[in-house]
C-alpha cells in the first residue's frame, strides 16, 4: 500500500475496481483544513482521464505493471503481431486495446508492451517519434509561408495532421507520437 506522499506520474493504482495511471498531481496545503493530493487519473484500458482528490490519509494500492519490449510486425485481420526479439516467441495483441496508436505504428517497430499482474495486455508504448510519408495534402500556394495555421495533411498511414504550407507530398517528416503533432521535416 501506497501513500498519498509516495504519488509520482506514470503510477498505476487500482482505483474504483480498475487500473489507473497518475498522469498529473498536485499536493495542496490550504490555509484552513487539511492537506490533499489533487489528481488527474487515466484509465489504463480506456484511456478516459478523470480527476479525483486524495486526502492525505489514504491509501493507495500501487500495481506494479511490466513491461517487455517487443517488435511489430505485421496487422493480422483484428489483431496486431508483436514478438519477442529474444525469444522469437510472437503475441497476438486485439485491435481495441491497440486503439488510435493503429496510425503511428510502424513495420518493425520497437514498442514497449505493458503487462499487468495476472498477465493482461494493457496497451502499447510507442517510441517517442516516428517518422512517416505525407500521402496527400492541399499545394503549397505562393505567399502562404506567413501564416502560422498550417495546412491538413494525410501521412501513408492515415494519421490526419496539421503541417506547415511548405510540405508536399512525398515528403517524410517527424512526428510525436504522445501528442500526435507535426515536429520537423526529415
Known amino acids: 500500500m501506497a501513500t498519498t506522499?509516495?504519488?509520482?506520474?506514470?503510477?498505476i493504482i487500482n482505483f474504483k475496481n480498475d487500473l489507473f495511471e497518475i498522469v498529473e498531481f498536485l499536493h495542496v496545503k490550504p490555509g484552513k483544513g487539511g492537506a490533499?493530493?489533487?489528481?488527474?487519473?487515466?484509465?489504463v484500458k480506456t484511456g478516459k482521464v478523470i480527476e479525483n482528490t486524495f486526502r492525505?490519509?489514504?491509501?493507495?494500492?500501487?500495481?506494479?505493471?511490466?513491461?517487455?519490449?517487443?517488435?511489430?510486425?505485421?496487422?493480422d485481420?483484428?489483431?496486431?503481431?508483436?514478438?519477442?526479439?529474444?525469444?522469437?516467441?510472437?503475441?497476438?495483441?486485439?485491435?481495441?486495446?491497440?486503439?488510435?496508436?493503429?496510425?503511428?505504428?510502424?513495420?518493425?517497430?520497437?514498442?514497449?508492451?505493458?503487462?499487468?499482474?495476472?498477465?493482461?495486455i494493457l496497451g502499447i508504448?510507442?517510441?517517442t517519434t516516428v517518422i512517416q510519408?505525407?500521402?496527400e495534402c492541399e499545394p503549397n500556394v505562393r505567399g502562404n509561408s506567413a501564416s502560422v495555421s498550417g495546412k491538413?495533411?494525410?501521412?501513408?498511414?492515415?494519421?490526419?495532421?496539421?503541417?506547415?504550407?511548405?510540405l508536399e507530398v512525398g515528403d517524410k517528416i517527424k512526428i510525436d507520437t504522445r501528442t500526435g503533432e507535426y515536429i520537423e521535416r526529415i
Not at 490533499?36 to 484509465?43: D, G, M, P, Q
Open 36 to 43: 490533499f493530493v489533487r489528481t488527474k487519473l487515466k484509465n
Open 56 to 75: 492525505t490519509s489514504e491509501k493507495l494500492e500501487e500495481v506494479r505493471v511490466e513491461k517487455h519490449k517487443r517488435e511489430y510486425l505485421y496487422r
Open 152 to 166: 491538413k495533411a494525410v501521412t501513408d498511414r492515415g494519421l490526419l495532421i496539421n503541417v506547415p504550407f511548405f
Open 5 to 11: 506522499s509516495d504519488i509520482r506520474n506514470g503510477m
Open 77 to 120: 485481420g483484428d489483431f496486431y503481431v508483436f514478438m519477442d526479439t529474444t525469444t522469437y516467441e510472437q503475441t497476438q495483441i486485439p485491435a481495441d486495446v491497440i486503439g488510435d496508436l493503429d496510425k503511428l505504428l510502424i513495420e518493425n517497430m520497437e514498442v514497449t508492451m505493458r503487462l499487468s499482474p495476472d498477465g493482461e
Open 133 to 135: 510519408e505525407i500521402a
Open 125 to 127: 508504448e510507442l517510441p
